[in-house]
Nanobody, 124 residues
Framework: QVQLVESGGGLVQPGGSLRLSCAAS????????MGWFRRAPGKEREFVAA????????VYANSVKGRFTISRDNAKNTVFLQMNSLKPEDTAVYYC?????????????????WGQGTQVTVSS
C-alpha cells in the first residue's frame, strides 16, 4: 500500500511558476513509476508527465512539454513537478499517482495509487 500526499498548489499569475511535491509513504518507493495527472473544471482527467523508477526516463504531454519538468528524489520518497510559464489553461486539480512498474505510462489505468490532489489556479 502506498499513500500519496500532494502539496505546492496555489494561485499564480500567467507566466509564473509553481513546484508541486508528492510525498509517498512506504519503503518501496523506488519500485514505482510516478505520474502527474490533472483535471480541469468540466473536463476529463488528463496525463501530464511520468517518470520511471530510478528517474532515467520521463515522458510529457505535448501541452506541457518544454514548460514542465518531472523529477524524483528516491531518498526522500518524493516526486516533483516544476511548472514554468504557466497559462490559464493549466488551471486544474493536479494529482500524483504511483504505478507498480518501472516504465513510464500516460494511461491512468496503469497507476495503482492516487493522491487527493492539489489545486493550481493560473489567473491574473
Amino acid at each position: 500500500q502506498v499513500q500519496l500526499v500532494e502539496s505546492g498548489g496555489g494561485l499564480v499569475q500567467p507566466g509564473g511558476s509553481l513546484r508541486l511535491s508528492c510525498a509517498a509513504s512506504g519503503r518501496t518507493f523506488i519500485s514505482y513509476a510516478m505520474g502527474w495527472f490533472r483535471r480541469a473544471p468540466g473536463k476529463e482527467r488528463e496525463f501530464v508527465a511520468a517518470i520511471s523508477c530510478v528517474g532515467g526516463s520521463t515522458v510529457y504531454a505535448n501541452s506541457v512539454k518544454g514548460r514542465f519538468t518531472i523529477s524524483r528524489d528516491n531518498a526522500k520518497n518524493t516526486v516533483f513537478l516544476q511548472m514554468n510559464s504557466l497559462k490559464p489553461e493549466d488551471t486544474a486539480v493536479y494529482y500524483c499517482a504511483a504505478g507498480r512498474t518501472c516504465s513510464t505510462y500516460s494511461d491512468s489505468l496503469r497507476y495503482n495509487y492516487w493522491g487527493q490532489g492539489t489545486q493550481v489556479t493560473v489567473s491574473s
